[in-house]
């Protein structure tokens, strides 16, 4: 007995062509920003590491938040020295 799933196909999400600036911090020390419609990981140019991004900007974010993004990522934020 197959229940009738009802699955209405009415999930058709509209690509409203959002582009993601994705900024990367590496290990090794690079950083880089990219341009995706998603935000995805990314390999660095100098180490070839999968890099995931710190943080992704749909348009939406200030200069002053990416700016605490990075601190965190890269660690210049010394509140957390106990
Ligand atoms: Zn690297």
Same mark, same amino acid.
């Given at each position: 007995? /197959?229940?009738? @799933?009802?699955?209405?196909?009415?999930?058709?999400?509209? /690509?409203? $062509?959002?582009?993601?600036?994705?900024? /990367? @911090? !590496?290990? !090794? $020390?690079?950083?880089?920003?990219?341009?995706?419609?998603? !935000?995805?990981?990314?390999? !660095?140019?100098?180490?070839?590491?999968?890099?995931?991004? /710190?943080?992704?900007?749909? $348009?939406? @974010?200030?200069?002053?938040?990416?700016?605490?993004?990075?601190?965190?990522?890269? $660690?210049?934020?010394?509140?957390?020295?106990?």
């Amino acid at each position: 007995m /197959y229940p009738e @799933l009802d699955q209405e196909n009415s999930d058709d999400t509209e /690509y409203v $062509g959002v582009m993601w600036t994705n900024y /990367y @911090l !590496c290990v !090794c $020390g690079e950083e880089w920003q990219d341009t995706h419609s998603c !935000c995805c990981n990314d390999h !660095c140019p100098v180490c070839n590491k999968e890099i995931e991004p /710190y943080i992704s900007d749909d $348009g939406s @974010l200030t200069t002053r938040k990416i700016d605490k993004a990075y601190q965190i990522a890269s $660690g210049s934020n010394s509140s957390a020295n106990t």
